[in-house]
């Protein structure tokens, strides 16, 4: 089973900064966060991790609270081709570990003009 | 362009045929994963493999085969003991297990 909660929805206006709430409260020291967004009928892409420090690329931030048991996922100025469902999941690394994903059922953005 | 490819894009099938789904990177990747996606669901995984000549069950791989006889391929089949095969089929490889998954972009699966 997925290790994370997100909620089902969310709208944001365009040009707008999008906020993407998750929770992994079971997360183990070893378990990253990973963000993956999937518009439809398309491949999920991914779009960033992290362990516990904030991460930022040219495609989002992801910032981890202290106690690492939530998340958020920041799209700094949402396009309308942001539109997608988002996943947030945590996943074990290390050598001896097979390296899969475990999807949960994301978050829906919508966002609007 | 390195990436992943999945071929068909579409694929109709009668029931009772087994049906094969084409994965190939050229990324240079050591792992390899099948997901399966149904509609206003999350990807579930069928099959993956971390080296060549080498593969492990994921959480459905009931009426699923694999292979892994070289790197940049892992070709799926779907066979006739798949109760329910419509789908949306999903490839992805990452170069070890704690970089990335890259994705292909699917292949939907019919079968009537």
């Known amino acids: 089973d997925a290790k994370t909660t997100q909620p089902p929805s969310m709208d944001c206006a365009e040009g707008r900064a999008a906020n993407l709430p998750c929770n992994h409260s079971?997360?183990?020291?070893?378990?990253?966060v990973y963000w993956y967004r999937q518009i439809h009928s398309q491949g999920p892409q991914y779009i960033i991790h992290?362990?516990?420090n904030n991460e930022t690329n040219e495609m989002a931030s992801l910032i981890i609270t202290e106690d690492r048991k939530s998340s958020t996922l920041i799209l700094p100025h949402a396009t309308l081709r942001d539109t997608a469902v988002y996943y947030c999941?945590?996943?074990?690394?290390?050598?001896?570990?097979?390296?899969?994903?475990?999807f949960g059922q994301g978050t829906t953005l919508q966002v609007k003009p | 362009d390195g990436g992943i490819t999945q071929s068909p894009k579409y694929l109709f099938r009668k029931e009772g045929q087994n049906v094969t789904l084409s994965c190939e990177q050229n990324l240079n990747h050591d792992a390899m994963y099948w997901y399966r996606q149904d509609p206003g669901q999350g990807l579930r995984l069928i099959y993956y493999?971390?080296?060549?000549?080498?593969?492990q069950k994921g959480d459905i791989a009931e009426g699923y085969s694999v292979s892994r006889e070289k790197k940049e391929s892992f070709p799926l089949t779907v066979t006739s003991a798949q109760k329910n095969p419509t789908a949306f089929y999903l490839c992805?490889?990452?170069?070890?297990?704690?970089?990335?998954?890259?994705f292909g972009n699917g292949t939907r699966l019919t079968v009537t």
């Open positions: 493999s971390q080296i060549v000549n080498d593969f």
């Open positions: 992290g362990l516990k």
């Open positions: 992805a490889s990452c170069r070890q297990t704690n970089s990335p998954l890259h």
């Open positions: 079971t997360i183990s020291g070893n378990e990253y």
């Open positions: 999941i945590v996943r074990v690394t290390g050598s001896s570990n097979t390296g899969k994903l475990i």
